[in-house]
């Protein structure tokens, strides 16, 4: 890994970021939001992996910026994509249980209330597009109605269906799993060489690695592991064919390019390994939501360079907008938006990063914990399966000594625990106090009590 950059060094505060030049209305940069699916940053060479070879993602991280303490929405797949999309903690929008399909209620999904990131783009004169995993609904809040004016994409996990749609329009039946990442890259493809006057906005949220883990045969290993690797470099390699297209169109200057995750990996996924972190999906661990990221837009993102910057999920929203001029025009009862402009951050400029705190959720809806700083305190436990490690009492880590969670400093600085619990109720307070229901079917309706902060967040807060 290249070596860090101090983080002052990188960062901007939100103020200046806000007044700083947006690109001209005629040049606007296209944008690519890629996502995998249960993608481990160890799965990944650029992050130390000694077993899967990722070339095009490595060489796409080398054009531009890599971060080191980059945070998924949620530690599962359809609240982390509710945050990625609406720039808000899932709290906010009703979720509380998991993921569509285990979890959620029947017929319920992400509120088409909510003016999702595509839509904020399409009003700006984008035009809109989606390749790959939708898992936040259907009927209303299908992803044809939240913005995207082109959506070819799977309604849930591939283990639970794999049926294509096309604008709303099924137009294959149980997909094969093996040809999934193909199928969206070859898609993917199509849109960037639409023949439009418009810069486009596309969202690729990626199958792969998600369980089953069947690679596709041009890539199949020997064994289960050897499948799981695979579907890897398959994946890299199809990051790897979209550049080659926006190169050959002459526009891979001006396009910002993500790769990101929506959780960290699957028990059991290449045989458990978590890297430098503690737990994986479902945890609030750090292996739960801290993930691969890499952003490329050649000029304005400095090209090889590692930043130790906190920045989340939520805030892709607010720092995509301002970073190709799009002003953000929220109806009145859509949702608020936690995430912050990071902008300045990613393209080292002088100043104060705006992210300095972060909560977190267990995957199964429990608030559990708080970022401030370097400093992580874990409130809360999860009596749901799977579970973090037992929790008897507040637990206090340094993450920049102590990445792996693993030695408990609360004892040593009641100050700074007093300090961040009355950080994190504050913070769920408002959350709670100002959260929309979950979408739902209609003529169905939703037999459930919104939550309040204090019925999640613990005794200790209390």
Not at 120 to 140: C, E, N, P, S
Not at 142 to 168: C, H, K, L, T, V
Not at 180 to 193: H, P
């Amino acid at each position: 890994m290249q070596k860090l950059i101090p983080l002052f060094l990188v960062a901007l505060s939100l103020t200046i970021g806000c007044h700083a030049q947006p690109a001209d209305a005629d040049q606007r940069p296209n944008v690519i939001l890629m996502m995998t699916d249960d993608l481990a940053a160890i799965d990944l060479s650029l992050y130390g992996s000694d077993r899967i070879k990722t070339p095009h993602i490595d060489k796409l991280a080398a054009q531009g910026l890599s971060l080191t303490s980059y945070y998924a929405g949620n530690p599962v797949c359809s609240p982390s994509r509710m945050a990625l999309l609406s720039g808000s903690y899932p709290a906010r929008l009703g979720w509380r249980w998991g993921v569509l399909g285990y979890g959620f209620p029947p017929k319920s999904g992400m509120s088409s209330k909510v003016y999702t990131i595509a839509e904020a783009f399409r009003d700006a004169g984008y035009r809109t597009a989606i390749t790959g995993k939708w898992h936040l609904g259907v009927q209303q809040m299908r992803p044809e109605n939240q913005g995207f004016d082109s959506a070819y994409y799977i309604r849930m996990s591939n283990n639970q269906n794999r049926d294509m749609f096309r604008d709303g329009k099924l137009v294959k039946e149980k997909w094969d799993n093996r040809l999934l990442t193909q199928a969206f890259a070859e898609e993917a493809i199509r849109v960037i060489n639409e023949d439009s006057d418009k810069p486009f906005f596309m969202y690729v949220p990626w199958t792969a690695p998600h369980f089953p883990a069947d690679a596709h045969p041009e890539w199949r290993g020997e064994n289960k592991l050897g499948e799981y690797i695979g579907v890897v470099e398959e994946l890299d390699h199809r990051v790897g064919e979209m550049m080659a297209a926006l190169k050959k169109k002459g526009i891979a200057d001006n396009t910002i390019v993500i790769f990101t995750s929506d959780n960290g990996r699957q028990s059991g996924q290449n045989n458990g390994d978590t890297g430098p972190y503690s737990g994986m999906k479902w945890h609030s661990l750090e292996g739960g939501t801290r993930v691969p990221f890499i952003v490329r837009y050649p000029g304005k993102v400095p090209a090889g360079e590692q930043s130790a910057a906190i920045v989340s999920a939520i805030d892709l929203y607010p720092t995509l907008a301002h970073a190709c001029g799009v002003e953000v025009k929220l109806p009145k009862d859509a949702q608020k938006i936690d995430g912050l402009n990071v902008w300045g951050t990613l393209t080292n400029q002088f100043g104060k990063h705006p992210r300095m705190d972060l909560l977190y959720w267990h995957g199964k809806g429990k608030a559990t914990a708080i970022r401030v700083g370097d400093w992580k305190l874990i409130f809360n436990g999860s009596d749901a399966k799977p579970a973090d490690p037992p929790f008897d009492k507040p637990r206090l880590y340094n993450l920049q000594d102590d990445v792996k969670e693993s030695k408990d400093l609360a004892a040593e600085n009641p100050k700074k625990v007093k300090a961040m619990l009355a950080r994190a109720k504050m913070l769920l307070t408002e959350v709670y106090d100002n959260q929309m229901p979950l979408g739902i079917w209609e003529g169905e309706k939703l037999e459930d009590t919104p939550l309040k902060a204090s019925d999640v967040w613990g005794k200790w807060i209390d």
